[in-house]
């Protein structure tokens, strides 16, 4: 199982499912960690904790420990082009 | 469901709430609309700040209230609570709304329509501003304003609010969704979800709890272990808590994950709105801001800039800082001298130049410090640095339980835990943010730095190491400097695990994008946070001087102190020359040498006269009385005073000291003659009173004490409460006193 903490940088990935249902989960929700999303992995801070990821077209820094419950399928590198439909999304989530 | 227009006529003012994301210029466009005229204060009983805008739209009042940047209605902190309770019209102070202005970031609607979607919820009249417009269309974004404007029956408006472009068409859509009925909101979870609302409504009912509105009854529901469930239990009945789980559980057995389940309607509500409307382009045009980040958060570069901007912010607060402190300390000298010249002494003259103007000026020479710092950090949180010196730093101060959104307020405590404390407020989560407040004073600030030069300068030998490049002085200069840092690590930590304990918070940030900082903005910052510390640290700060004044003043006699002083005056000016006057060959020459041997007597005479009185009065009497507190830690009654008196100021003790051997008021680090006296001071059996443990005990003392009545009051004012600067004094007393008499003890026999 791939988790969003294990991409390289410029990696992508389609989100899954994120794990667990306390507030941490929640909120990671609310700013639009879906599944059927995709990510990026933009990079690691100095001391390699926290993560700098894009979804929904927003930078976001979040901790090791939280990217661990956002399960994902990997897609690519920045250089190729996301995936255009949600139905290719699919696809590559079954062809995993 | 829906509120009727509460003020459509009548002479009551509009009340207008502006919420918003975080980053998306909300308060750019706040102050674009209300100007200067914006009054802050704390809602009751929180610590939120709250803000209100005066505005005249034709002939009707608007009140503006700037809500906290937030990225959901789900009331978990504080700030949510206040956002949920003004929208609903409960927060009494308030009272009822009219209109939302809810502002998005036009370039990633998607995101920002998951907040508007909870608003709509409310069925507060909305209207829906576009900020950023010219950044959108440069990323090459093509909106079709009136297509969306109509799929969510929301007026539309859209804004370059930096350049107040666009804001005077705000009005005109906020009077038209006033006069206008508020549509029914879309209904997005499945029926099984408000069937149970709908249940839950009549066990409340049922339990005299008739008034709780329905977009509640959703939260309590929706928020598991939330703010809203909590009170719920609280003020209505206990059983509620058991009503909810039975309900969740219902929903879950019914294949609904609650949490889920609101993002998801909600993203794909946002998402229905926006196909169509919203032209992209393909691919994202590449930004100068992940390029810049590439460098700015690099492994290597990215910390090395890092440390450097922070070295440059601090060395300017110093450098810079010092002319304008010094001009505030000349017109305080000025204003003494002027007053001094009027009055003649008594009571009057001292409670004037020592007490008010002694006070007030000791408070106002921290202004062009905490100007200066707040321009710095408004600065960097406007071009949007800030979001990435706590990103690079989180993983530091998650060691001691905090995150990287507490470094920056620790950081400026270095400097002076007054703004330190002020700038918590980026730190949204309460437990975090209470903590940073808590050990903030701990830091080393500048107004320790008169302490340690002195007492350094006096007892601690220069000894050279490695051919004369670290210096032992400098040694102990900067020991005494990072004592408060290392014993705020596992303070922190001890906080957080005991007195804040909880799950930890996601630590989820938004890293903007790079902009130039607004002009605008970043000046009405410095002016808003040097007045608020201005007018509410000061008034109090001048109450608690004015009190150790009073303590040191009476009840002795001062008949004889001043006559002394009349006399000398009267002495001095008759002499003709000014201090020191140039000579034939070009040196200058001490005049003071040719002053009638008169004065130089009753100058010694006047001096120990002030001896006297202060030993005799109030703040004398508690030295004496402490002194057996004192002892242990190697201190006579003298520097208990001294320590005494600079309860509401670290830096009083040097005036204190000076005071109390003999000097009168006038000394400072430099002066050479306290030095001396220092060393010169022994006990009653003529043993020297001051060795290197009794220095660095006092100097440990001064480190871990909270001796700043404006911090503890700035402290009260951010927590709004009593308790919290009640437990630092505590706390931060008894480490210091268990500090100095550990070193003292331990260095004694060594």
């Given amino acids: 199982m791939l988790t969003l903490d294990q991409l390289n940088n410029g990696q992508r990935g389609i989100i899954t499912e994120l794990t667990g249902d306390d507030p941490v989960t929640a909120r990671l929700f609310e700013m639009g960690l879906l599944a059927g999303e995709p990510v990026e992995m933009i990079g690691a801070a100095p001391f390699r904790d926290p993560l700098a990821i894009r979804v929904r077209g927003t930078r976001l820094a979040i901790r090791r420990r939280d990217a661990r419950r956002i399960v994902i399928v990997a897609t690519g590198t920045a250089s190729a082009p996301l995936p255009a439909s949600r139905a290719d999304l699919a696809v590559s989530a079954a062809a995993q | ?211 709780i509105p329905w977009f509640l009854r959703e939260r309590m529901l929706l928020d598991e272990v939330g703010v809203i469930e909590r009170q719920a239990v609280e003020e209505v009945d206990p059983q509620v808590a058991f009503w909810l789980a039975g309900a969740r559980r219902r929903l879950t057995e019914a294949g609904i994950r609650l949490p889920l389940m609101e993002a998801e309607a909600r993203y794909r509500w946002a998402r229905e709105q926006l196909h169509g409307v919203v032209e992209a382009p393909a691919e994202p045009v590449a930004s100068w801001t992940d390029r810049l980040d590439r460098l700015l958060t690099h492994r290597a570069c990215g910390l090395l800039i890092f440390a450097g901007l922070m070295f440059v912010v601090f060395q300017a607060i110093y450098t810079w800082a010092g002319p304008l402190m010094d001009l505030c300390e000349a017109g305080q000298e000025l204003l003494s001298g002027t007053v001094a010249s009027v009055v003649p002494p008594g009571p009057l003259r001292s409670l004037l130049v020592d007490g008010v103007i002694a006070g ?57 835990a007054i703004p330190g404390i002020m700038a918590t407020r980026v730190i949204e989560n309460y437990r975090d943010r209470m903590v940073t407040i808590l050990v903030a004073p701990l830091m080393s600030c500048s107004a320790r730095l008169p302490v340690y030069l002195l007492l350094i300068a006096a007892f601690i030998p220069a000894t050279g190491y490695i051919g004369g490049w670290v210096s032992l002085q400098g040694l102990v200069l900067f020991a005494m400097s990072s004592i408060g840092l290392l014993v705020a690590i596992p303070v922190a930590w001890l906080l957080k695990r005991y007195m804040f304990p909880g799950a930890p918070a996601a630590f989820v940030m938004e890293l903007p994008e790079y902009k130039v900082p607004s002009f605008r903005l970043v000046t009405y910052r410095v002016y808003e946070r040097g007045l608020a510390f201005v007018s509410r640290a000061g008034t109090l700060i001048f109450a608690t001087t004015l009190l150790v004044w009073a303590a040191g003043y009476f009840p002795g ?77 190697g201190w006579d009654w003298r520097i208990g005073v001294g320590a005494l008196a600079s309860f509401p100021a670290r830096e009083v003790i040097i005036s204190t000291l000076g005071t109390i051997y003999s000097l009168g008021g006038d000394v400072d680090e430099e002066s050479t003659s306290l030095r001396d006296t220092l060393k010169r001071a022994t006990w009653p059996d003529g043993r020297p009173i001051y060795s290197i443990p009794v220095a660095l005990s006092l100097m440990v003392f001064f480190a871990l004490c909270a001796q700043c009545a404006a911090t503890l009051m700035v402290m009260r004012r951010e927590t709004n409460s009593w308790r919290w600067p009640l437990f630092s004094f505590t706390y931060m007393t008894a480490l210091a006193y268990i500090g100095a008499l550990l070193t003292y003890q331990i260095g004694s026999r060594l």
């Avoid at chain 2, 009551?12 to 609309?33: D, E, H, M, Q, Y």
């Avoid at chain 2, 020479?365 to 960097?380: H, K, N, R, S, Y």
């Avoid at chain 2, 060691?399 to 270095?414: E, I, V």
């Fill in chain 2, 360 to 416: 007030v000026g000791g408070v106002l020479v921290f202004l062009p410090q905490i100007m200066l710092l707040f321009l710095f950090i408004a600065l960097l949180e406007d071009c949007g640095y800030m979001a990435r010196g706590a990103y690079m730093m989180d993983r530091v101060m998650a060691t001691f339980g905090l995150s990287g959104k507490s470094f920056l307020p620790l950081m400026s405590s270095f400097a002076c």
């Fill in chain 2, 1 to 211: 469901m829906t509120t009727a227009p509460a003020a459509a006529t009548g002479t009551r003012p509009l009340k207008v709430a502006v919420i918003g994301n975080p980053n998306t210029g909300k308060s750019t466009l706040f102050n674009a609309l209300a100007g200067l005229h914006a009054h802050v204060g704390n809602y009751p009983g929180v610590t939120v700040e709250k803000k209100i805008g005066h505005l005249q739209w034709g002939d009707r009042r608007v009140e503006l209230i700037d809500l906290p940047g937030t990225y959901s209605l789900c009331p978990r902190s504080y700030d949510e609570v206040v956002a949920v309770n003004v929208l609903l019209g409960r927060q009494s102070d308030v009272g009822p709304l009219d209109a939302v202005i809810c502002i998005a970031d036009a370039s990633n609607l998607e995101r920002h329509l998951f907040l508007l979607g909870q608003i709509l919820d409310i069925g507060v009249p909305t209207v829906l501003v576009l900020n950023m417009w010219d950044t959108a269309r440069a990323h090459g974004l093509a909106i079709d304003v009136d297509e969306l404007s109509r799929r969510i029956k929301v007026p539309v408006v859209t804004t370059e609010a930096h350049r107040r472009k666009g804001i005077d068409g705000i009005q005109g859509a906020v009077e038209q969704v006033i006069a206008t009925t508020v549509p029914q909101p879309p209904r997005l979870f499945p029926q099984a979800f408000y069937d149970e609302c709908a249940a839950l409504e009549q066990q409340l009912a049922q339990h005299g709890a008739r008034d």
């Fill in chain 2, 557 to 633: 006699d001062h008949t004889r102190h001043h006559e002394l002083e009349a006399r000398i005056e009267q002495l001095e000016a008759a002499l003709p020359a000014p201090a020191t006057s140039e000579t034939d060959e070009g040196g200058t020459v001490d005049v003071e040498a040719h002053e009638p041997p008169e004065l130089a007597q009753l100058r010694e005479e006047l001096n120990l006269e002030s001896a006297t009185l202060i030993r005799e009065s109030f703040l004398g009497k508690a030295g004496h009385f402490i002194e057996p507190v004192v002892k242990p830690l």
